[in-house]
T-cell receptor, first 115, second 112 residues
């Protein structure tokens, strides 16, 4: 158990819909990261928040948005869903903002299926 | 842009055999990490290497960072079924902030 929690574990929805994925970081961790993992693209970095502020952006679509709340939990919002958005979505947290030894602790993931 | 290529993509071996997986790039990294991901779970960090030529050992696992800090290898001695999983390398390019780029992954199956 990494100490990072994600809900829900599974989500099945239809194209065009909007969903919200939730992440609670490890106690004391200020950084939260979101990743998308699919069979053909591997693990892709989406976005990072540190203490409530967006600090790095990766390959995140405009239909996707995220935020980190004062209690440090984070939500990833996916809208106008397409079949290709079906994937595992991971949240990770770390103590530090950055650094060569920065260790990310990953949650168990949310499996999103778009039908 | 895929910065890190891992090989082989899939590997199935018998218990007790040795194996090596590779993580290659044309880019230099200031740091390189190896993770293992088991089915239904998130990746778990195994090791971080930061110095060119660095070798780290974790029980039966030996990690090496290339001299030019562009590639890395993971060698497992006497593989066990518990080693089964997806092995991911992740590199931190210099001067780009916080983002680790993950490799394509090697899926290892150790058959009892």
């Amino acid at each position: 158990d990494s100490g990072v929690t994600q809900t829900p574990k599974h989500l099945i929805t239809a194209t065009g819909q909007r969903v919200t994925l939730r992440c609670s970081p490890r106690s004391g961790d200020l950084s939260v990261y979101w990743y998308q993992q699919s069979l053909d693209q591997g693990l892709q970095f989406l976005i990072q928040y540190y203490n409530g502020e967006e600090r790095a952006k990766g390959n995140i679509l405009e239909r996707f948005s995220a935020q980190q709340f004062p209690d440090l939990h984070s939500e990833l919002n996916l809208s106008s869903l397409e079949l290709g958005d079906s994937a595992l979505y991971f949240c990770a947290s770390s103590v530090a903002l950055a650094g060569r030894y920065n260790e990310q602790f990953f949650g168990p993931g949310t499996r999103l299926t778009v039908l | 842009t895929q910065l890190l290529e891992q090989s082989p993509q899939f590997l199935s071996i018998q218990e007790g055999e040795n194996l090596t997986v590779y993580c290659n790039s044309s880019s230099v990294f200031s740091s390189l990490q190896w993770y293992r991901q088991e089915p239904g779970e998130g990746p778990v960090l195994l090791v971080t290497v930061v110095t060119g030529g660095e070798v780290k050992k974790l029980k039966r696992l030996t990690f090496q960072f290339g001299d030019a800090r562009k590639d890395s290898s993971l060698h497992i001695t006497a593989a066990q079924p518990g080693d089964t999983g997806l092995y991911l390398c992740a590199g931190l390019p210099p001067n780009t902030g916080n983002q680790f780029y993950f490799g394509t992954g090697t899926s290892l199956t150790v058959i009892p």
